[in-house]
């Protein structure tokens, strides 16, 4: 057994250093008392008061910290629970993971976990960076609302565009910009092909614009059947069979700007973290098939990005 916060292994669900992880007064977490089809349910009745959206079905929820469990709210709820789909499987499962193989390269991410309802199927959970102290929002904004796009137009843009939003509205560009290719190739390496204009934020901390933590990474390509493209917004007028040439000489160099050092760091500091992905792979939740799919996608694209290195 492996605690479903750490993936170190445990005597049940829950280590102690996971539970702390969440809060540090937190010595037990209950299951969620709902199966995975009542939480699709309560998703789809409460949706119009969530303030965050999306395909997912998402809940909000806080933390009972003596009772040790999580409880669903319409307001002021300091997580955000997703629910297994009905379309597509082990997503919970899927974006847990993808969220522990981003912090391995060094990308900002909130905390994140997976939790288990009646029916023992897992949730993931994530806990809100939009909410500070005592549930002070704090200031943050997606790409589509600083292009002027909505969630219907997320989708028309592309990672040219993106770029141009992060000079315009980041307090130091040049940093960002470091934060935004290391993103990308991940992505591509990940096989997240949904990173369309909304999972895109800037946020404001201490006076300055940055990027957000990142969120709602996965890996697509082997949840959704016979996925034809490689990224939601086209890179060198392409969504597809993308390689070294447009990720990085084109977008690293022409579009960003980078330099060959900072180029050839994120680079190396990127191969050195994929060489720990299959480990991570084979002790995550996820059934061993799409373990399977998941490392079989991982070493495709690796070679694909760094063959002519």
Known sequence: MRCLITYQPSSADYSAEGLKRIDRNLKKLERLPYSADALRLEAAARAEKMSIQGVHPKL????NTSQGRFEIVDHGGRFI?????????????????TMKLATTCGIDVPLHFLVRGIDDRLTYGIKRFDREGKNRKVAIEDFAQLSGSSRETKYKSSMEKVVKI???FCTYPVIEKQKLFLMTLFSFLTGNEDMHLKNFSVIRRQNKVVLSPAYDL??????????????????????????????????????????EKTIQKTLKELQKAARTWESFVKISFLSPEKQNDYIHLINHRFNRLFAES
Request: charged fraction near 30%; hydrophobic fraction near 40%; glycine fraction near 2%.
């Open 218 to 259: 996965l890996n697509t390509t082997i949840a959704i059947p016979k996925a034809q493209e490689e990224m939601a917004l086209p890179l060198n007028a392409k969504k597809r069979k993308l390689n070294r040439a447009d990720l990085v000489d084109y977008f690293g160099e022409q579009c960003l700007q980078l330099n």
């Open 60 to 63: 909000s929820a806080r933390l």
């Open 81 to 97: 629970l997703k629910p297994q789909s009905q379309e597509f499987a082990e997503l919970p499962e899927n974006e847990d993971l």
């Open 166 to 168: 992060v000079e315009t």
